[in-house]
């Protein structure tokens, strides 16, 4: 049943040479007995929790067509390739460009599962120390960035590939300024540690309780790299590392994306916009795991039914999905496909009509807008009452409350989403 709902749902959504994103997030259960329950990367801040894995495939508006369960402490990559060939195989799309994160498409999964295949291409991104290189080999150079924030470059390392540099400067601002903070205040705590080796009273000693200390200290401010550490029997001295503190303040704001597409197929510009399309596989992880369906807690035991249980989340909201697209006249945020933009760096701003809507709380009819939750709590308030009279022989009538205009204006626009 799961295959032949997917395999409708792709033949509805995707086409032949089309995007597909994908990425892969994770749900903790509830108890210890589920098969696919392990310990792995905590994504939810539930440490020590037993969790599950799961990939969703969308296609390039972020319309969910398939989603498959893992076992929890399942790595990112390890999963692109039985994605890639569900998407090939089982939906029968011979060309394709797949979009990953840089912790999906790596380039161990480039090399074995992905290069070579015929009318299969790629977009991901590279990985800070990857970035790095190419900044000491010269291949990135801060003049690039002076008339654009992104310039086309290749590299050996990187053959039939197009690598295209980008630097946001808001994120390079907001990155110095988050380190230099993490900075003092780890310098902070650090001297109250080397006041404590200098106290007269009950004064902290020995190699192994100092750095006992310190080390539970600067991992929790993750710093360890930043500082320059000098422990011994009754003594504990620190400075920071200016070299390292430099090279990671090199790649401030920058990142590079990674393709195979040809240029004539897509422009560097577009090809970063893709990339930034995953962002809409993001919004419905969070709609499925928090804002409005709820997949946690799961108390499903049986292998089985924890997979059903996480498709039917994917199903609602694939519902959602058209729903939301539907009554966007009535919501907060565009409700027509934005221009493409000269500069796809910086921060998208919102459009005309989502900006005039966030300032004046009305539509263009002077109707209140609504949130997708309040929406459905207005619609929630209408009701179908049985209705008995308390006299003998009286037949009894069901009633519906009479819809409002908002309400009937909601109902218009629903009447045109169409689900196979």
């Given at each position: 049943?799961?295959?032949?709902?997917?395999?409708?749902?792709?033949?509805?959504?995707?086409?032949?040479?089309?995007?597909?994103?994908?990425?892969?997030?994770?749900?903790?259960?509830?108890?210890?007995?589920?098969?696919?329950?392990?310990?792995?990367?905590?994504?939810?801040?539930?440490?020590?929790?037993?969790?599950?894995?799961?990939?969703?495939?969308?296609?390039?508006?972020?319309?969910?067509?398939?989603?498959?369960?893992?076992?929890?402490?399942?790595?990112?990559p390890m999963t692109l390739g039985s994605q890639v060939k569900k998407v090939r195989e089982?939906?029968?799309?011979?060309?394709?460009?797949?979009?990953?994160?840089?912790?999906?498409?790596?380039?161990?999964?480039?090399?074995?599962?992905?290069?070579?295949?015929?009318?299969?291409?790629?977009?991901?991104?590279?990985?800070?120390?990857?970035?790095?290189?190419?900044?000491?080999?010269?291949?990135?150079?801060?003049?690039?960035?002076?008339?654009?924030?992104?310039?086309?470059?290749?590299?050996?390392?990187?053959?039939?590939?197009?690598?295209?540099?980008?630097?946001?400067?808001?994120?390079?601002?907001?990155?110095?300024?988050?380190?230099?903070?993490?900075?003092?205040?780890?310098?902070?705590?650090?001297?109250?540690?080397?006041?404590?080796?200098?106290?007269?009273?009950?004064?902290?000693?020995?190699?192994?309780?100092?750095?006992?200390?310190?080390?539970?200290?600067?991992?929790?401010?993750?710093?360890?790299?930043?500082?320059?550490?000098?422990?011994?029997?009754?003594?504990?001295?620190?400075?920071?590392?200016?070299?390292?503190?430099?090279?990671?303040?090199?790649?401030?704001?920058?990142?590079?994306?990674?393709?195979?597409?040809?240029?004539?197929?897509?422009?560097?510009?577009?090809?970063?916009?893709?990339?930034?399309?995953?962002?809409?596989?993001?919004?419905?992880?969070?709609?499925?795991?928090?804002?409005?369906?709820?997949?946690?807690?799961?108390?499903?035991?049986?292998?089985?039914?924890?997979?059903?249980?996480?498709?039917?989340?994917?199903?609602?909201?694939?519902?959602?999905?058209?729903?939301?697209?539907?009554?966007?006249?009535?919501?907060?945020?565009?409700?027509?496909?934005?221009?493409?933009r000269e500069d796809v760096v910086s921060p998208k701003k919102p459009s005309p009509s989502?900006?005039?809507?966030?300032?004046?709380?009305?539509?263009?009819?002077?109707?209140?807008?609504?949130s997708f939750q309040t929406l459905l709590a207005d619609l929630s308030t209408i009701v179908?009452?049985?209705?008995?009279?308390?006299?003998?022989?009286?037949?009894?009538?069901?009633?519906?409350?009479?819809?409002?205009?908002?309400?009937?204006?909601?109902?218009?626009?629903?009447?045109?989403?169409?689900?196979?």
């Amino acid at each position: 049943m799961k295959a032949r709902i997917e395999n409708a749902l792709a033949a509805r959504h995707l086409e032949e040479g089309c995007l597909v994103l994908y990425d892969l997030t994770s749900s903790y259960l509830e108890g210890k007995c589920c098969a696919l329950a392990r310990l792995g990367f905590d994504r939810d801040g539930k440490r020590g929790k037993l969790q599950i894995e799961y990939g969703l495939l969308c296609n390039r508006e972020g319309c969910p067509v398939a989603v498959e369960v893992f076992e929890g402490n399942t790595a990112d990559p390890m999963t692109l390739g039985s994605q890639v060939k569900k998407v090939r195989e089982r939906f029968g799309l011979r060309r394709l460009v797949i979009v990953g994160d840089r912790g999906m498409i790596t380039q161990a999964r480039i090399d074995q599962e992905l290069r070579g295949i015929e009318g299969l291409a790629w977009i991901g991104a590279l990985r800070s120390s990857q970035i790095a290189g190419l900044l000491q080999e010269g291949a990135i150079a801060p003049s690039l960035f002076d008339e654009k924030n992104l310039a086309e470059i290749s590299s050996p390392d990187f053959p039939n590939e197009r690598l295209i540099a980008c630097r946001n400067p808001f994120l390079a601002q907001y990155r110095r300024t988050k380190r230099e903070a993490l900075l003092r205040a780890t310098e902070v705590e650090l001297e109250k540690i080397a006041l404590a080796t200098r106290r007269e009273k009950r004064r902290l000693r020995g190699k192994a309780r100092i750095a006992l200390r310190v080390g539970r200290l600067i991992e929790g401010f993750k710093m360890a790299k930043h500082f320059v550490l000098e422990i011994e029997e009754d003594a504990f001295s620190w400075k920071r590392n200016e070299t390292k503190i430099a090279e990671e303040a090199a790649l401030d704001g920058m990142y590079v994306v990674r393709t195979s597409v040809d240029q004539s197929d897509l422009s560097a510009s577009e090809t970063v916009e893709r990339y930034k399309d995953l962002g809409a596989v993001e919004q419905a992880f969070r709609c499925i795991k928090t804002v409005d369906l709820k997949v946690r807690p799961i108390h499903h035991r049986l292998e089985g039914r924890v997979r059903a249980h996480v498709f039917l989340c994917m199903l609602a909201y694939y519902l959602e999905w058209h729903m939301r697209k539907a009554l966007a006249p009535m919501l907060f945020g565009d409700e027509t496909p934005r221009e493409p933009r000269e500069d796809v760096v910086s921060p998208k701003k919102p459009s005309p009509s989502a900006a005039r809507k966030a300032r004046t709380k009305k539509t263009l009819d002077g109707a209140p807008v609504h949130s997708f939750q309040t929406l459905l709590a207005d619609l929630s308030t209408i009701v179908r009452n049985s209705i008995t009279p308390n006299l003998e022989g009286a037949p009894a009538w069901q009633q519906e409350t009479e819809p409002s205009a908002l309400q009937q204006r909601a109902f218009d626009l629903l009447k045109n989403i169409t689900v196979p």
